[in-house]
């Protein structure tokens, strides 16, 4: 079956980079991707990698996939207090070839401190 | 304009009431989905409608009847709710079926007393 799994948290002060990993167990997943969520607040798409690449950057954020070790991370350069959310790591999943699903790990919560 | 909107933001209702969840996107998306969150959980998937049509329901109990009236507008109507079905309640929307890129409302954040 499907599967998702993140670390729940993690802390870094303001300016470093932040790394949130993610690994997933269902070697056809399409796409895979990464949603922020404030407190209160719906989800956020940041970015999201097609399968057959192995980096996408785009602006402060690099996704790096190992599609071999099924191995996602999400890399943010020059992290800021506004970057303080819960990041979640998800993959689609076909059902049939026609229909698309979102399979959600459980969230890495980063708090950046000043 | 990449938003999806919900009403309402908050609702308190009784076991006993019945009450509508509303979701509006007007991005032409033909994929409309609704997910519960529980506190500290990932979303979960409970419908998806393609193009007017439901096309998944993810064993979601019947006291949940969701409904598409246009490709713009996604209801959840909610009968004799338990307590534990508290939670924020999400839409989401994407241009097709094949979730390339699904844009999420605020939620709509239920408690069931």
């Known amino acids: 079956g499907e599967d998702v799994e993140q670390s729940l948290f993690l802390s870094v002060r303001e300016g470093d980079s932040s790394v949130i990993n993610c690994t997933y167990t269902d070697s056809s997943s399409t796409y895979l991707y990464w949603y922020k969520q404030e407190p209160g607040a719906g989800l956020q798409l940041l970015t999201y990698?097609?399968?057959?690449?192995d980096m996408k950057q785009d602006q402060r954020l690099t996704v790096l996939l190992n599609k071999k070790d099924k191995h996602l991370s999400l890399r943010i350069a020059d992290t800021q207090t506004g970057d303080s959310a819960i990041y979640f790591c998800a993959e689609s999943i076909d059902y049939g070839g026609s229909q698309g699903n979102l399979i959600f790990g459980k969230g890495t919560k980063l708090s950046v401190k000043p | 304009d990449t938003e999806v909107t919900q009403t309402p933001k908050h609702l308190v209702m009784g076991m006993t009431n019945k009450k509508s969840l509303k979701c509006e996107q007007h991005m032409g998306h033909r994929a409309m989905y609704w997910y519960k969150q529980k506190a500290k959980k990932p979303p979960e998937l409970m419908f998806v409608?393609?193009?007017?049509?439901?096309?998944i329901n993810e064993s979601v109990p019947s006291r949940f009847s969701p409904e598409c009236p246009n490709s713009s507008l996604l209801n959840l109507h909610l009968h004799a709710l338990q307590p534990e079905d508290s939670a924020l309640y999400l839409c989401a929307s994407s241009q097709g079926p094949r979730a390339y890129e699904q844009y999420f409302g605020p939620g709509t954040r239920l408690t069931v007393t």
């Open positions: 409608y393609s193009y007017e049509k439901l096309s």
């Open positions: 990698i097609f399968s057959n690449m």
